[in-house]
């Protein structure tokens, strides 16, 4: 019959079949943009190690230009007091992140410390 070992082949079959005991699938389908990678990413978090030390620096000013920009649109609206009364002391602060374009590598400590201001004012009226 040749040299087939009828017991190799099947053992190699239990131990993947036990391998893929081990772990759970999820297929994420959607259109782009609806949250595919933001679900993997809670996953990884909350049921995995994390991220790395290496995936946290390369998110890190993606981050910041993102509270960048939503302190910038907050500051934008409310420029004519709809939402609440301004402070004349950081009047300044404000006017610089609404006027002053950064882009993501012109973002520096100074302007992260204007948006702690701004968002600590906030709860402190």
Known sequence: ??????????SSVDDDDDDEKKYKK???LGAGWSGKSTVFKQMKVTYGQGFSDEERKS???TI?????????TLCEENRGE????????LAAD??????????????????????????????EA
Not at 1 to 10: D, L, R, S, T
Not at 82 to 89: A, D, F, R, S, T
């Open 1 to 10: 019959m040749g040299i087939c070992n009828p017991k190799e082949p099947q």
């Open 26 to 28: 999820l297929l994420l």
């Open 59 to 61: 998110l890190r000013w």
């Open 64 to 72: 910041y230009q993102n509270v960048y920009q939503a302190m910038k």
């Open 82 to 89: 709809v939402y609440g009364k301004n402070n004349p002391e």
């Open 94 to 123: 404000q006017e610089i992140l609404i006027f002053v374009y950064l882009d993501l590598f012109d973002l520096n400590h100074r302007h992260l410390e204007d948006i702690r201001i701004l968002f600590v004012s906030r709860f």
